[in-house]
């Protein structure tokens, strides 16, 4: 089996994370330079757990997991993994470092893998200007080539171009671009726990099934974001984490998870946005019994009713309540798997004897810690 590293896509190009002091544009951006507060910070003890229960009589259980990314503004600290075979670490065509393990002729009875650590994370502070940037070079675009191409379910065709032309409007300014789609984004779908009974999120994250239904969960929020924003010639990248709530804090559940997206402007870099926790706290809906509880629970910092500033926070801020999986879709593994691409890996990735499983359970939990 072949283990060496193959990569369709470049490494990715690193963050920007510290607060740039200069001026913001009130009406589209809001805020003012001279009161931007610092960075919070908050720390975690992290406990990931996933379970495998293979078919009996499996000959071969392969089994990827996703482990934290460090990054500029996420510190792991005591990673350790328990398990009752080795692990290794590989990393896959995004570059992300992804846990390993291989099972030959499992005995019955689930498969165990644990994950403990520690994570102080920070939070994503931006002033942004769209007068410090411009249009992206035509040798910018072809290095950020990769960041521009569609996957399975991130489609560009002649439809989402229209769409895109539309709202874009000929602006060329990736900023100015992006806000506009990122407006028009949060006005036109409604994640779907606003409405659990008659809205329903995608099963993969679909640009398609989010722009046919204007509803859907975070991914399929970013999924038509992406697609729009790639149409407009803008580079974007898809994150997959989870958001470490406070209302889940030392609770044992799945927390889930969360995704978010970056888009590059020159003189930037990457600016991340959420668009999706934007029309949770940026669009007015009635909170009933029914969708109340999933409301808290999608946010990352509690659900306290409709809080318009949010609305330009989310664009190229990030709050500190977050630890990142991996970033990009349709991944390729290391070694390498043999059902066809990763649509994402927010969690675990299986197969048993060459097939994609879903016979498996995680458990997040984690507990805040003061200092």
């Not at 070079?137 to 399975?152: C, G, H, K, N, V």
Request: aromatic letters at 12%.
């Amino acid at each position: 089996m072949n283990f060496q590293l193959v990569r369709r896509k470049p490494i990715f190009l690193g963050f920007l994370v510290a607060a740039i002091a200069i001026g913001v544009s009130v009406r589209m951006f809001g805020g003012d330079v001279s009161k931007q507060a610092q960075p919070k910070q908050a720390s975690f003890r992290i406990k990931n757990e996933f379970k495998v229960q293979p078919p009996k009589g499996s000959k071969t259980v392969r089994m990827w997991f996703a482990v934290p990314q460090e990054d500029a503004v996420s510190v792991v600290r005591e990673f350790r993994v328990t398990a009752d075979f080795p692990i290794q670490y590989f990393r896959d065509d995004w570059g992300n470092r992804v846990g390993y393990a291989e099972v030959n002729a499992p005995a019955e009875g689930p498969i165990t893998i644990q994950e403990e650590f520690g994570l102080t994370r920070t939070e994503i502070r931006n002033s942004i200007d769209p007068a410090k940037t411009r249009p992206l070079t035509d040798q910018e675009r072809a290095a950020l080539f990769a960041y521009l191409q569609p996957s399975t379910h991130v489609i560009v065709n002649d439809q989402i171009k229209s769409l895109s032309a539309s709202i874009v409007g000929g602006e060329t300014n990736p900023i100015l671009a992006a806000r506009k789609i990122y407006n028009w984004t949060l006005e036109n779908v409604d994640y779907w726990v606003k409405d659990p009974d008659h809205l329903k999120a995608s099963p993969v994250g679909s640009t398609e099934y989010c722009l046919r239904t204007k509803t859907g969960n975070c991914t399929d929020f970013h999924s038509l974001f992406a697609s729009l924003a790639m149409s407009a010639g803008i580079p974007t990248r898809m994150v997959y984490g989870s958001l470490l709530k406070p209302s889940l804090n030392g609770v044992q559940i799945d927390g889930s998870y969360h995704c978010w997206i970056y888009f590059f402007a020159p003189n930037y870099g990457w600016l991340p946005l959420d668009v999706s926790l934007a029309n949770i706290y940026g669009k007015e809906f009635p909170v009933t019994d029914k969708n109340k509880k999933l409301v808290e629970l999608t946010t990352a910092t509690g659900y306290k009713g409709l809080d318009p500033s949010k609305v330009n926070y989310y664009f190229g801020n990030l709050d500190e309540r977050r630890v990142t999986w991996s970033t990009g879709r349709d991944l390729i593994m290391q070694p390498p798997q043999q059902d066809g691409p990763v649509n994402a890996l927010a969690k675990i990735y299986v197969e048993i004897d060459g097939k994609q499983s879903t016979d498996w359970t995680r458990e997040l939990t984690y507990t805040e810690v003061t200092k």
